[in-house]
């Protein structure tokens, strides 16, 4: 039977022998390289040994490597995999119908499992080679919760210690994210606390702040590096996730083979970079590889526009500036979204893959407007059934969007969005929304020049 009579199903479920057994790596498809990371002090590039104090050996080697197209994934990663694993991809027959779009629209759903979102996929990587080093455990910073408690869980299946840093806020504010983590068996601290030199000094310089996402990296990288046995790991950003997170991408593509479905507009949502990486490599792939093309669409948020009205250059990873310097679209490592942002993707800065194909022309941004983020969230839950992260809602926004223009020009366009996780701990923020109470806010020019001029100008 040819593939294209094969009746599409609601969703559509691989076999657990088409879970992916290999990484797929961008880069060794890309022309222009990422730019490498660089040391603050000397401005070169990090080599292995720089990162050895930091991170895991074998994850030192993927982040390096711009060459290998496909990394075989370990076996017992593999069998962790399978506990959630393959995740459905969706047919959005109701969405479509209540739009009445002629577009087609498919989701792939990550949302899957306890951590709720697809930072599981990068989680149990991470803790398996820590595991295979030898090590005694890791240390995280978490700000909303999704990448700690991943890690919790990753980390207790391989008997690892976990040691959380949690901006203090959002461990006052969210005590059933900070459970989820303990019951796996993490230690959660408030950041920043009184055990790290950076924590007390922080303390001591602004007394009673609750946190923020910078803070409780330096002190996770601080115990890290002082710790015998120890290491620091990262949910996002870095090659070495997006790298994991191809798990996505791939399987979606294989579900596509086997019905012939072809999208001509892929979508993801965009914090740091690594589910929108994930969902696309292998057409990225294709596309760099002139085999086909697609339109990529990035959606951020309109009160964290990395991509739309950031600067390409070298800045620093962390608020702390303890981390090394990479070159991505940044808005400026002090840049902090309004207080009244509700939905994630509040990293000052942007994956140095995604950034180079932006700058290179092979994928588009945009940005959403939370109230409109949420106005799709509320569509989305009503007629599909599942309540989304704010987060993965902005990449319904857009598939709504461009579904919608389909309606006006008649076109059948096949849309893939990625839904990345479930908004079960994100009530405060559809609270707001559905008491009215949410606003939009979009930094001034004059803001953001503030936030570039502290961006260190290396000339690079
Ligand atoms: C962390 C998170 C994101 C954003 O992170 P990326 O690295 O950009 O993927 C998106 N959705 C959910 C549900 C998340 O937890």
Known sequence: MAAETKKIPYKIYLEENEI??????????????????????????????????????????????????????????????KMYRPSPLTHAVFLEEALGTPAHIYYKFEGNNTSGSHKLNSAIAQAYYAKEQGLKGVTTETGAGQWGTALSMACSFFNLDCKVYM??????????RREVMRTYGATVTPSPSMETNIGRAINAEHPGTTGSLGCAISEAVEVATTSEGYRYELGSVLNQVLLHQSVIGLEVKTACDKYGIKPDIIIGCAGGGSNLGG?????????????????IIAV????????????????????????PMAKMYTLGHDYIPSPNHAGGLRYHGMSPILSQLYHDGYMEARTAEQSKVFEAAELFARVEGTLPAPESSHAIRAAIDEALKCKETGEEKTIIFGLTGTG????????????????DYIPSDEELAESFAKIPDLGL
């Open 20 to 81: 992916p057994t290999s990484w797929y790596n961008m880069r060794a498809d890309m022309k222009n390289k990422p730019a490498p990371l660089i040391h603050p002090g000397t401005l070169q590039p990090l080599k292995f040994e720089d990162m050895q104090p930091i991170f895991c050996d074998e994850l030192i080697r993927q982040e390096l490597d711009d060459e290998t197209a496909f990394i075989p994934i370990p076996q017992p990663i593999q069998d962790f995999y």
């Open 167 to 176: 901006v203090k806020v959002s461990y006052e504010q969210k005590p059933f």
């Open 279 to 295: 969902l696309i490599a292998p057409f990225m792939g294709e596309k760099l590889r002139g085999e086909a093309d697609y339109r």
């Open 300 to 323: 951020e948020p309109a009160s964290c526009p990395s991509f739309t009205r950031g600067k390409f250059v070298y800045d620093f990873a962390d608020t702390g500036k303890v981390c």
């Open 424 to 439: 079960y701990f994100d009530m405060t923020a559809y609270e707001a929304y559905n008491d009215g109470r949410m606003t």
